[in-house]
């Protein structure tokens, strides 16, 4: 029994899991109904379901940003990608005669992660081949992109009407919010391919040690490019949802500071920032914890203006927790458990 | 000052170090004369540079006692050193290439005019210094304008600022070309003419012997002696230095494995005519027939590393041409390399080999996966047959393939890589150093193994710091010195002390290798059994010429 509960303690995913428990708990002693899920017009409808579908751009751009990091890198363009690919998206529908039309949508959507997919190359590129260090690479476009978003909107915040493109956004499919299937697409396209082929013991390896790797004949460079490139097109996707929420694609506002959570998200999940391996499951769940932390914000009624001091304390706690001293101290706990187990079972 | 004149500035007695696990030094004397250099010398773990951090207040001492100009002194850090003046100019310079010259020079002890730097003061401070080396650099000109040579001096200008009185140089000659490691001596030999002892650490033998005046040897963290470098032949130096154990035991089977390739007569797999790469290896020849074990036999930095990652597309070759199965081939990355089944395990085992924090499995299946592709996985079942085969077959312990590579010891982490290798089932093997720091069983394992592959008609090229180790193993030895091949001779009556001859002496005239040394290798090697106080004396002189008609072909 004490074993069992020592292994559960000591796995990973184990005080993240706590936390969002604990957020929960909290809501739910908040406001009772917090569980409740109700079907309204056949979609499904409740704080839970809006805590999965808010967390949906968050959580698809954290899978990208998981395997960036993996490889020892980081992404920090997202939220200005997830920009261009709204403002495309939304300059095209709104230049187009038919906004309302499906095929609009069609192309208007191909467009912008076409896009999206170029300029994960030319961060793939400058990490891969030019050798630029990732934080720097991804500032880059991260300054740029956001005035390559204004350059498109031409300043302007677009407004588009356009029912098909809303629908990506807010929509339901099956009572369920499209955002949420995205996002649950995204997560087991990511989860599966990475663990069916070998692509994800390749990323693991660059990220570990990427000079042992090279001498193994993995081709880091093809693989660091196509990581970037995933990670981008992430980010677009998130960015189409984003704007079609709210129908609007504002080059300033999309996405802004999102590759913050979304990096927070793969830290509280546990993957480390010095790359090796990862847990796509960890990401998940921190992703689940910074919008349940949101959502509790404002269940509970702190104010505002607080919102950040709060969220920047519950994210110290989880990595406090994390921290390998804290793992040591909880070894030690661990070590008395078993031997108390030890006794108990030499006593009976 | 009113003693005999050669009175020591330092004198290190009975030196005593542990490192958890490890006896680095063990009762180690040192003595550093003024207006002398001095060299120390032994192979890798010799304890070396344990010897140069005790003396820098780097590491901290057991046992023993320090004399600084007759006071006993005891530091606790290198800056106290430094103050008692004894400087250190590292292999790797490290000075900050974004500021002058001067700033360089005097940083950390800058003058000081009311309370702000003094940069006129500074800069004419500088100036002075250079000029007592006869350096003419502008002390204003960027750091990182210079070349590496200059920023060397510049490095011992800052070192002899603090009046030192001992100048340890770590090294400072192996990224120098020959233009710039003469104007280096002459640097060092106008400070020794001001009384500075200077001790002087480097690989290059003919350094060594044209800049030093004594030297003392280390092997295995003990003291094998100190030598006024007149006196000491090469030849003994590198004996005292490597040390030696005559290994008859082997001779029978060496000799009937020497037979078997001989009359198989095997084809050339991999042909190298002139391969090399500048500041790293001379162009060299090298052919390895298939199911030869071919030992590179030299001194650290002799080449033979650099030499085997050419053949391993680590590192691209700027000469030459290779010729694998045949064909002329290039090789670019490992990654062509492995395609053309060929694979270099490093000795640098932590930095370039284990992949840490992936398991067991993983690290065995790695090359063999990235050879077929990221996206035609090995079926998992595939994997743990593979991973459970090697395991077994190499005794690799914790026999668990989940277990994290890193989690391992240095043994069984040796036999994961060889593991990896094997599993692309190469046909050329390349083992550089393969049994450093592993224990003697697991070494005998890894040599077992060679053997037996080369049995099965692989290649394999095997490089080792150990002679005798190299002369068990190998069909034909190639000897490298001061980056260039000396010498490509039969395994056939050799001897440690005949390679100890060649990797001494084997001279260079021109840029084509030798190979034909065997009678000079004879003759130094009857001039040695005559010079050595060893017990050796009396095993028959080797007879090399007979058996080495300029080796194979």
């Known amino acids: 029994m004490s074993a069992l509960l020592a292994r559960i303690v000591a796995h990973r995913l184990f005080w993240p899991v706590v936390m969002l428990v604990v957020l ?20 499904l409808f409740g704080s839970l379901i809006d805590i999965l579908r808010n967390g949906a751009p968050t959580l698809i751009i954290a899978v990208g940003m998981t395997l960036v990091i993996a490889t020892r890198g980081i992404d920090l363009s997202v939220g200005a990608v997830a920009a261009i690919s709204g403002a495309v998206a939304c300059s095209i529908i709104l230049g187009s005669p038919e906004p309302g039309s499906l095929a609009t949508v069609a192309v208007a959507v191909t467009v912008a992660l076409v896009i999206s997919l170029v300029l994960g190359v030319w961060n793939g590129f400058l990490v891969a081949v030019i050798g630029i260090q990732p934080i720097i690479a991804t500032l880059i476009l991260m ?73 193994s ?92 001091v709060f969220k920047a304390a519950v994210v110290t706690v989880v990595c406090l927790l994390q921290s390998p001293t804290t793992a040591e101290a909880f070894s030690g706990f661990r070590r008395r458990l078993a031997i108390r187990a030890g006794k108990g079972a030499a006593a009976s | 000052m009113n003693q005999a004149p050669p009175a020591p500035v330092v004198e290190m007695r009975d030196i005593s170090i542990s490192f958890p696990g490890v006896k680095a030094l063990d009762g180690v004397d040192f003595r550093m004369f003024p207006g002398e250099v001095h060299s120390l010398m032994g192979e890798n773990g010799a304890g070396k540079s344990t010897l140069i951090k005790a003396l820098t207040g780097v590491y901290g001492i057991d046992a023993g006692t320090i004399t600084l100009a007759g006071d006993r002194v005891s530091f606790s850090g290198p800056a106290q050193a430094q103050a008692a003046g004894i400087s250190t100019v590292y292999q790797e310079v ?72 001992v100048l340890i140089l770590d090294e400072p000659t192996s990224s120098l070309d020959a233009d710039e490691v003469a104007e280096l001596f002459r640097v060092i030999r106008s400070l020794k003419e001001q009384g500075v002892a200077i001790l002087f650490v480097s ?47 082997d001779d029978l089977e060496q000799r009937a494995r020497s037979v078997v390739v001989d009359d198989s007569d095997a084809a050339v797999f991999v042909n190298a005519a002139g391969l090399g790469r500048r500041g790293a290896i001379n162009p060299a020849d090298l052919p390895i027939a298939a199911g030869e074990v071919v030992g590179l036999a030299g001194l650290l930095g002799s080449g033979r590393t650099e030499f085997a990652r050419l053949l391993g ?57 990235a050879d077929r592709g990221w996206f035609r996985p090995i079926p998992k079942k595939r994997q743990d047959e593979l991973a459970q085969s090697y395991i077994q077959a190499l005794n690799i312990r914790p026999g668990n393939p989940d277990a994290l590579v890193r989690n391992l010891s240095g043994g069984n982490q040796q036999k994961v890589l060889l593991a990896r290798w094997l599993a692309i089932a190469p ?116 007879t090399t010429a007979d058996h080495t008609e300029g080796g194979r072909r």
């Open chain 2, 313 to 369: 597309g680590i590192d691209r070759a700027d000469a030459g041409e290779l010729t694998i199965g045949g064909r002329p081939t290039k090789l670019r990355t490992p990654r062509q390399a492995i395609a053309h089944r060929i694979a270099f395990s490093s000795e640098n085992r932590r930095d370039e080999g284990i992949v840490g924090d992936l398991t067991v499995r993983d690290n065995i299946v790695l090359a063999l996966q």
């Open chain 1, 24 to 43: 929960l708990v909290i809501n739910l002693v908040a406001f009772p109904g917090f569980f409740t899920i109700s079907v309204r017009d056949g979609h």
């Open chain 1, 143 to 215: 300054t740029a992109g956001r005035g390559v978003a204004m350059l498109i909107t031409e300043g302007q915040i677009l407004t588009v009407n356009s029912p098909p493109f809303k629908f990506l956004g807010s929509g339901f499919w099956f009572g369920v919010p499209i955002a949420v299937i995205i996002a649950a697409v995204v997560f087991g396209v990511a989860a599966l391919v990475t663990r069916r082929t070998a692509l994800g013991m390749f990323i693991e390896s660059v990220g570990i040690n990427p000079e042992a790797s090279r001498q």
């Open chain 1, 217 to 308: 004949g993995v081709r880091a460079r093809g693989l660091l490019v196509v990581v970037y490139t995933f990670c981008a097109f992430c980010a677009a996707i998130a960015g189409l949802i984003l704007t079609a929420n709210t129908a609007a694609a504002d080059a300033n506002n999309t996405g802004l500071f999102i590759e913050l959570d979304a990096i927070l998200a793969v830290v509280i999940g546990g993957t480390s920032l010095a790359g090796g391996r990862y847990s796509l499951l960890g990401t998940l769940v921190g992703a689940l914890v910074i919008q349940t932390l949101v959502t509790t914000v404002y269940t509970v009624g702190i104010p505002p203006i607080a919102t950040m």
């Open chain 2, 94 to 165: 490290n000075l900050l290439p974004n500021l002058s010259v001067a700033e360089n020079i005097m940083l950390g002890r800058e003058p000081r005019r009311l309370g702000s730097i003094g940069w006129r003061a500074m800069r004419r401070r500088a100036a002075e210094l250079l000029a007592g080396l006869n350096l003419d650099i502008d002390p204003g000109s960027l750091l990182g304008d210079h070349s590496l040579a200059v920023q060397q001096l510049v490095a011992i200008a800052r070192a002899i600022d603090v009046q030192a009185k």
């Open chain 2, 427 to 542: 046909r050329l093997l390349i083992l550089d150093e393969p049994t450093r720091g592993i224990d003697i069983g697991a070494k005998a394992e890894i040599q077992k193994l060679v053997f037996n592959l080369a049995e099965n008609g692989m290649s394999v090229l095997f490089i080792s710091a150990e002679l005798e180790e190299v002369l068990r193993l190998s069909h034909r030895i190639v000897v490298l010195r001061d980056r260039h091949v000396v010498a490509d001779l039969e395994n056939d009556g050799l001897t440690v002390d005949s390679l100890l001859a060649l990797i001494a002496d084997g001279s260079v005239e021109s840029d084509e290798p030798v190979r034909d040394v065997a009678a000079a290798a004879s003759v130094t090697a009857a001039s040695v059994t005559g010079h050595t106080e060893d017990p050796t004396a009396d095993h028959p002189a080797p």
């Open chain 2, 203 to 249: 690989h290059f033998l003919d350094q060594v012997y044209e800049i030093c005046d004594r030297l003392t040897v280390l092997r295995n963290g003990k003291l094998v002696g100190e030598y006024l470098v007149d006196e000491l032949l090469r030849i003994d130096l590198v004996q005292k230095m490597i040390g030696k154990e005559l290994t008859t035991l």
